[in-house]
Nanobody, 126 residues
Framework: QVQPVESGGGLVQNGGSLRLSCTASELTLSRYAMAWFRQAPGKEREFVAGIDWSGKRTLITDSVKGRFSISRGEAKDALILQMNSVKPEDTAVYYC???????????????????WGQGTQVTVSS
């Protein structure tokens, strides 16, 4: 099964910025709705942001709206999560996910995504 690969995580200070990227060598990401999810210690995985295959529609969860943005890279085969004004509560493992089927709409439901990365740790220091 094709697995996306995340990069860009790390330690960042409260109020700082971080840019996460996701690529997949054997999957044309530009054909799939994509999303970022995150899971903090002791908490359930939650949807963060998503983008449809065309890049024209995005979804952002309320807790990061105005601070995070999702986009596709210049070559369209990368997924970007730009994180600005980060807060300690943003600390989590961030996962990139690709929809089960190409050319579909983006949703907030994890069950609609069939390919998941291993995750990248984001830690925000207070």
């Amino acid at each position: 099964q094709v697995q996306p690969v995340e990069s860009g995580g790390g330690l960042v200070q409260n109020g700082g910025s971080l840019r996460l990227s996701c690529t997949a060598s054997e999957l044309t990401l530009s054909r799939y709705a994509m999303a970022w999810f995150r899971q903090a210690p002791g908490k359930e995985r939650e949807f963060v942001a998503g983008i449809d295959w065309s890049g024209k529609r995005t979804l952002i969860t309320d807790s990061v709206k105005g601070r995070f943005s999702i986009s596709r890279g210049e070559a369209k085969d990368a997924l970007i999560l730009q994180m600005n004004s980060v807060k300690p509560e943003d600390t989590a493992v961030y996962y990139c996910a690709a929809a089960r089927h190409p050319y579909g709409v983006v949703t907030r439901r994890g069950i609609d995504f069939g390919s998941w990365g291993q995750g990248t740790q984001v830690t925000v220091s207070s």
